[in-house]
């Protein structure tokens, strides 16, 4: 679990972060604290698709599920078989 919650805080961070010197960590928020939107989250939602081979489903993806590094891990762990 570890090595996908780097994958995914090196993702956002180097997708997402316009400032290189603003520290995040797995219980950053991202949609909350603004770091990414709506539009980002779908490419976030498609990468880890790519990524670990599964299919979020669209009622999944809400903006909570994907409000930090360690959510979206839970979330991605739901459908990894």
């Known amino acids: 679990m570890e090595e996908m919650k780097d994958v995914v805080l090196e993702y956002v961070?180097?997708?997402?972060?316009?400032?290189?010197?603003?520290?995040?960590?797995?219980?950053?928020?991202?949609?909350?604290g603004g770091i990414v939107d709506s539009f980002s989250m779908v490419s976030l939602m498609r990468f880890l698709e790519n990524k670990y081979k599964i299919s979020i489903p669209n009622e999944k993806a809400t903006p909570?599920?994907?409000?930090?590094?360690?959510?979206?891990?839970?979330l991605v762990k739901e459908f990894i078989k």
Do not use: G, M
Request: aromatic share 10%; net charge negative; charged share 40%.
């Open 64 to 74: 909570d599920a994907f409000d930090s590094v360690n959510k979206i891990c839970a």
């Open 13 to 32: 961070i180097e997708e997402y972060l316009e400032d290189e010197d603003e520290e995040i960590d797995y219980d950053t928020p991202l949609i909350s």
